[in-house]
């Protein structure tokens, strides 16, 4: 027996897969180097963007929070001082018109001292974003004015803030507190449909 034919007897069909395989691979050619650092490249390239743009999100993302804590970190103490506005306020309104026209002394000097007390404050409440609404004749807005009450007047339109009950502030684009007002009724309807909205809040208040 030739010893050859006993070695082709004994190889595997899976031995026969490997050589060939192994074949195929000495023979088939070699990646083009630049195609490849080409590819890579382009890899890096898009990589390299998308970090770009994560960093310049992340950027943005901290300068606007930073902007809204400055904006914002007095909100709880402006709340408070809302207090404090709305007494001197008080003050002010308790002295009637006539009792102002024709003071004299030291009430006079009171009543003044009072005056300036509430521009001081109300300036100092701007200096940090917090500014005072004063509705009087505008248009009712629900996003910062609450209708309590609604004043029968057919010769405004509908809708229109007649009385102011009580202040309201905002520190930035954030409503402190809504100015409580009272709303026209029976004018005109307002170009904007200002005067349905104010009913419907009128009507949830009461």
């Given at each position: 027996m030739n010893p050859n034919d006993t070695d082709n007897q004994n190889t595997t069909p899976q031995a026969e897969a490997t050589v060939e395989a192994g074949n195929q691979a000495a023979f088939a050619p070699e990646a083009d180097?630049?195609?490849?650092?080409?590819?890579?490249k382009a890899d890096l390239k898009d990589k390299l963007l998308r970090l770009m743009a994560d960093m310049e999100n992340l950027r943005r993302r901290t300068e606007r929070e930073v902007a809204d804590a400055r904006t914002y970190a007095v909100a709880n103490f402006a709340r408070d001082m809302l207090n404090v506005a709305d007494n001197v306020r008080r003050a002010i309104e308790s002295v009637p018109e006539d009792a102002?026209?024709?003071?004299?002394?030291?009430?006079?000097?009171?009543i003044d001292g009072i005056d300036l007390t509430e521009r001081d404050l109300l300036k100092t409440l701007e200096r940090h974003g917090v500014k005072k609404l004063d509705p009087q004749g505008q248009k009712f807005d629900p996003n910062v004015h609450q209708a309590m009450f609604e004043i029968p007047n057919a010769?405004?339109?509908n809708g229109t803030v007649l009385q102011?009950?009580?202040?309201?502030?905002?520190?930035?684009?954030?409503?402190?507190r809504p100015a409580m007002v009272g709303v026209s009724k029976g004018g005109p309807k307002a170009a904007n449909g200002a005067g349905s909205e104010a009913a419907d809040s009128s009507s949830a208040a009461s």
């Open positions: 180097p630049i195609a490849v650092l080409e590819a890579e102002r026209s024709t003071a004299e002394g030291a009430f006079k000097g009171l010769e405004v339109p102011v009950v009580q202040s309201g502030y905002v520190i930035g684009e954030r409503v402190l």
